[in-house]
């Protein structure tokens, strides 16, 4: 047996590389539609490296041009009504490090579908979120702190467009020497090592990713609903409790959809196939929706029930029926058997150093102890964290996920009101509400019939 032969037998696709993939039994499930047929055919079945090379690039430049652009504008708010104060600044820095952790997510997850990407991913997220003084993010956080870069807003964008440059040339020459160095064709095989096409292996990754993700989603769920909606014993959710732990989840499934959108992106033609489908499953609302955002509006507002409530509310039928098999019948994955979420031993497409605690409070992983039990951003952050990293990181991914053809309901309620749980009714009364990402909505008579408050 040759040396590649061996070699090609060694290898497991897993997510970052992990032992996720050896886990993973996938289910075609229902048929595929014609058109997802016709697109599977079409579209990527016969995906070349080059082809590939290319689809990477043109992604981590669309991820380059959307940084640039939450970048501009905070800093026209930053200096929009003069020189700002040292508070202002640091929170200026927190909004655009949690931009730019959110970038190195976004091409993070697309790296780690890659075979044998393991250094790629770190280096992609050591220059842009490292700790040394030549990381994006240290750069950027120094030119702020800096008064002669307050000199005029050009100048700051300038000094800043400069090092993002920098930064992204560097990253996509990483990615160049990647796919010119690794016998990518080659050691695209299944998990007994038999090649497989690229279109098919990326299939897998993308499954498992999701998977993994909102495995992570919805075991993490009961735990910070109960934090967040019944402290120090409480039995009922208080208004303010309910408002808190709708904001928090609602950024936590928008960040699952632009995991997966930045991936689907990869493929442009066969991704728009599934938007809709997707769009749906994620996040339809009205009487007859069965989404994962319209079963979050059903939950309990009393302990009683709510860890059970909490614990289904990412369905085996709401994953199969309307995410996964559609992935899996678009991919061309062959299998047999049900696939579930998966309950513990959740990977990370962050290394360790960007897990941990010392990294904005374990921002990444949901503040939680264990490095392989949060999600991102998901949980009760400690006396000290700057909230406007999470601004910054929820606000990029806000502003990214349209363009992967995801529109997230939007919430308006006035303030004042009475709240009765089960199939009682919230009235409002007059007053605004401040909503994520800074939107004030007018109150005003509006009444929410359901058991959980939205």
């Known amino acids: 047996m040759s040396t590649t032969r061996k070699k090609r037998f060694a290898f497991r696709p897993s997510l970052s590389e992990s032992s996720l993939e050896e886990r993973v039994v996938l289910n075609a499930g229902s048929a595929s539609s014609a058109t997802i047929a016709a697109a599977q055919t079409t579209a990527a079945n016969n995906l070349t490296v080059r082809q590939l090379h290319t689809a990477f690039a043109r992604a981590f430049r669309a991820q380059q041009a959307s940084l640039q652009q939450f970048i501009r504008n905070e800093t026209f708010a930053l200096v929009a009504n003069g020189r700002p104060t040292a508070q202002q600044v640091a929170d200026f820095n927190a909004r655009v490090s949690g931009a730019i952790n959110a970038t190195a997510f976004g091409l993070s997850s697309q790296a780690a579908l890659l075979p044998g990407s393991q250094r790629l991913t770190a280096s992609i997220q050591n220059g842009l979120i490292g700790s040394g003084r030549n990381s994006l993010l240290s750069q950027l956080n120094s030119l702020a702190t800096s008064g002669r870069n307050f000199a005029s807003v050009g100048a700051l964008l300038n000094a800043t467009n400069s090092r993002l440059n920098s930064a992204f040339n560097v990253t996509r020459g990483q990615l160049a020497n990647f ?14 090592g038999n090649p497989i096409p690229l279109q098919q292996f990326l299939g897998n990754q993308i499954i498992n990713q999701t998977r993994n993700t909102l495995g992570a989603l919805a075991t993490n769920l009961p735990t910070v609903g109960s934090s967040v909606l019944f402290p120090n014993g409480a039995t009922t959710a208080t208004t303010a409790a309910q408002q808190a732990f709708r904001s928090q989840f609602q950024n936590a499934l928008g960040t699952a959809a632009f995991q997966l959108g930045n991936n689907l992106a990869l493929l442009p033609p066969t991704a728009s196939v599934l938007t809709p489908q997707l769009q749906s499953a994620f996040f339809a609302t ?9 079963n979050f509006q059903n939950l309990p507002t009393t302990s009683s029930g709510f860890n059970t409530a909490a614990s289904n509310l990412i369905t085996n039928s709401i994953f199969q029926r309307n995410i996964g098999n559609p992935l899996v019948n678009l991919f061309g994955v062959n299998a047999t058997q049900p696939f579930t979420l998966p309950t513990s031993n959740f990977s990370s497409v962050f290394n360790q150093p960007f897990t941990n605690s010392t990294f904005f409070n374990g921002f990444n992983n949901g503040f939680a102890t264990n ?7 998901f949980g009760t952050a400690p006396t000290g964290f700057n909230t406007n990293f999470a601004t910054g990181f929820n606000g990029f991914v806000g502003q990214a996920n349209p363009g992967f053809g995801f529109t997230m309901p939007t919430f308006t309620s006035g303030t004042g009101g009475s709240f009765t749980s089960g199939t009682g009714t919230f009235s409002t009364g007059p007053g605004t509400t401040t909503l994520p990402g800074g939107t004030i909505n007018p109150g005003g008579g509006t009444t929410i019939s359901g058991g959980f408050f939205m």
Not at 286 to 294: E, T, V
């Open 179 to 192: 796919f010119n160095r690794t016998p990518i064709a080659q050691m695209s095989v299944d998990v007994n």
């Open 286 to 294: 009205g009487a007859n929706a069965n989404s994962i955002f319209s």
């Open 371 to 377: 490095p392989n039990a949060g999600f991102i951003g």
